[in-house]
Every structure is written in C-alpha cells, then in structure tokens.
C-alpha cells in the first residue's frame, strides 16, 4: 500500500516568514491533494496535483509535484496567522491517468502555528 | 466544503452502547466516502458508498462497524458495541462523479465520538 511521509511534523514561524512542507511517497505520485484542517473542524481543499512537475498557486500557496522524486512540497509566502493549521497531504492510488475515486491515503499531517 | 452536513457534530456513548453517525452529501453528489482520524493517526479511509451500494468497503474493521447510504436520506455509518479505542474524528466526504481528475473531495466538518 502506498504511504506518504509528510515533513517537518510540526513548524513554529513568525507572521511574514515564509516556509516549506514535504510529501512524500513510497510510491510513484500520480495524484496528489493538499488539504488544510483547523482543530475541530473538517478538511478544506486546497490544491490538486497531478502531473510531474506541475505547480499551482492560491494566493500565497504553491504546491509543486516532483513525479521523480515522489515528492510534494507546499510552499507559504509572507506566512500569516489565518494560515495556522494541519496540513495534510493524500494521494489516490488509483489515479494513474485513468479513473479514480475517493479512496485517499493521508500523511500524518503537518502542524503550522505562526505568532504573530 | 460547508454543503456535505455531518451530524452529530459530538457524540458521547458508553462502552457496548450504539453509536449512528449521519452524513448528507453535497446537493447533487451519489457519491460518499467515510473517514476516521484516530487521535494522534492520520486520516484513514473506512468506505465508499454509492447510493444503495457499498463499491468499497476494505477500511472498516471487520467486526462491529457498518454502514449504509439509502435511497432516500443520509448516509449513516453504525458502530455496535462502542469500544473506547472506537473514540475518533469520522469525516464524511462526498463527490460529483467518479472520474475526479480535474475535481475534488468534499469534506464535511465530522463527527467526534467519545466512548466513556
């Protein structure tokens, strides 16, 4: 079965500093989610990655997929403290370009607090 | 996410008491996958559900756990005999279409079990 690793476990920044976290899989990545989880509360989407070297950006988040590496990264500019949260990254492995469905294997997560 | 409705938001059972947790997916959506985060684990996925039909079911413990998605009315995923390791985060998701190469999961903002 397919296993993602995220890393660091847990980051400490202050506001206006940017930062990284990684994904990655035992596996080759053919799809790749980012999800963002607040305590307590459920799973907001964030971004989608599918194609080797593929990058997409939401306002100040960019998540690249390296297929090669088997590794994801999102990257955080100018962090603010309404980015605070879980980050978490899945994978479907069932999506190699063809059909898939709901059936995500999850990192453990990654906890971002940013004092501002 | 704020369309896939999860109630209860918490539940407190007593161990071998019943646990019923509902999930109502995204107007439109036939498509329902149930998750659990146990406290420090990752989230993992239980099942996925069509309407009146169970596609995938290779995450739900083999004993006690069940689950169901009508014709008519929500999902519900039923734990019999509640254990205290049954105290967990269940997400609902649901999705449009089974083909999600371009699309997303909707989470819900789950149901937090506390077995007593």
């Known amino acids: 079965s397919q296993e993602l690793e995220q890393s660091p476990q847990s980051l400490i920044v202050q506001e206006g500093k940017n930062l990284t976290i990684n994904c990655t899989s035992s596996k080759t990545l053919y799809g790749l989610y980012w999800y963002k989880q607040k305590y307590g509360e459920g799973l907001i989407f964030l971004m989608m990655l599918q194609k080797g070297g593929e990058e997409k950006s939401h306002e100040k988040i960019t998540a690249k997929l390296d297929e090669k590496k088997q590794q994801s990264s999102l990257h955080i500019t100018a962090s603010q403290p309404s980015h605070a949260g879980i980050y978490l990254c899945?994978?479907?492995?069932?999506?190699?370009?063809?059909?898939?469905?709901?059936?995500?294997?999850f990192g453990q997560g990654t906890i971002l607090t940013v004092h501002p | 996410n704020a369309g896939v409705m999860q109630n209860p938001r918490h539940l407190v059972r007593r161990r071998g008491q019943e646990a019923r947790l509902r999930c109502s997916p995204m107007k439109g959506h036939s498509h329902v996958y149930w998750y659990r985060q146990l406290p420090e684990e990752g989230l993992k996925f239980m099942v996925y559900l069509q309407k009146e039909n169970i596609i995938d079911e290779s995450g739900m413990p083999k004993e006690r756990f069940s689950a169901e998605f009508p014709k008519e009315g929500p999902s519900i995923l039923r734990i019999q005999q509640v254990v205290r390791g049954d105290s967990a985060a269940y997400f609902c998701?649901?999705?449009?279409?089974?083909?999600?190469?371009?699309?997303?999961?909707?989470f819900g903002e789950g149901s937090r079990l506390t077995v007593l």
């Open positions: 998701a649901s999705s449009p279409i089974r083909i999600r190469q371009d699309g997303e999961l909707f």
């Open positions: 899945g994978a479907d492995p069932s999506n190699a370009g063809g059909t898939s469905y709901g059936k995500l294997t």
